[in-house]
């Protein structure tokens, strides 16, 4: 079965994973469906979605992450809508190629924040108001994320952070990974009073999801970024709007699920994506 299917009036998702590659299949459905009738959908049906996190399959959670908005408009193109000009699949491509000036509608409308996790993010960002003043955002992905890609070592990625910390002394770091020996590591490095971690256990399976959901965003808006490659950091870069103050893993593996990887490159050395163009 393909990932959505459409028609004049209607997109249908018949795509179910993680949640942000729920996320990344929706936006990449709107906008073929905007490239092939010049128009957004009048109706998305995304009940087929995060069927791992339901506790009836048949239930439509979507309104539990997003909702659509009304009031936005979605400009004129006078050509094909694109999420990014890297040939690579969105997750593990290179986030200063996204096309932000003609993606961020998409992402305004047909993701708003449901009502649940706006407050969520609310309450983050009162008990960090400075977040977009003097925080860092670390997101590291592990676990099954390495049968897709390839992910620094732990203490790779902590020393890009410690290099980060003696360049910027003020900085403090909101830390997400789901690996939590990365966590402790990264306070051995960096100092307990320097690293924060908001926990996204909930009641339900879902519930944890949203929250890790609005834990994302919140991040989203700290002043920098340093992620690995994966469809939360790519959300996290949507979420902000732009790729600026970031620096991201990306270390293609040649083999993915058995399949060549025709983007794999065996003599890269550098796997670090700088871009501060604000500072």
């Not at 069927?51 to 050509?79: C, Q, T």
């Not at 002394?169 to 789901?178: A, E, M, Y």
């Not at 399976?205 to 890790?212: G, H, S």
Request: with cysteine; charged share 25%.
């Amino acid at each position: 079965m393909s990932l959505y299917t459409i028609s004049d009036g209607l997109l249908k998702l018949n795509h179910s994973a993680g949640v942000f590659s729920c996320y990344t299949i929706r936006l990449e459905a709107i906008l073929d469906y905007y490239n092939t009738f010049k128009r957004p959908p009048d109706v998305i049906d995304s009940s087929v979605q995060f069927s791992m996190f339901k506790d009836v399959w048949a239930r439509d959670v979507s309104d539990g992450f997003f909702r659509r908005d009304e009031v936005i408009l979605i400009p004129e193109y006078d050509h094909p809508i694109k999420s990014t000009s890297d040939e690579r699949e969105q997750q593990f491509s290179d986030y200063s190629k996204i096309n932000f000036s003609d993606v961020q509608p998409f992402v305004d409308k047909f993701f708003w924040n449901s009502d649940w996790i706006a407050k969520r993010v609310r309450d983050i960002h009162s008990r960090f108001p400075t977040l977009s003043e003097d925080f860092c955002g670390v997101l590291y992905r592990g676990t099954c994320k390495k049968l897709e890609t390839i992910q620094p070592s732990h203490s790779e990625f902590i020393e890009k952070v410690v290099q980060f910390k003696q360049a910027h002394p003020g900085i403090k770091f909101f830390i997400q990974t789901d690996e939590p020996c990365l966590f402790a590591m990264a306070e051995r490095r960096l100092g307990h009073e320097n690293c924060f971690l908001e926990p996204i256990q909930g009641a339900s399976k879902l519930a944890t999801v949203q929250n890790y959901v609005a834990n994302v965003i919140a991040m989203s808006r700290c002043k920098h970024l340093i992620t690995t490659s994966g469809n939360g950091e790519y959300w996290m870069r949507l979420f902000r709007g732009n790729n600026n103050n970031s620096t991201q893993w990306l270390s293609p593996k040649e083999y993915i699920y058995g399949t060549w990887n025709k983007h794999f490159d065996p003599n890269q050395r550098n796997f670090w994506i700088e871009s501060h163009e604000l500072l």
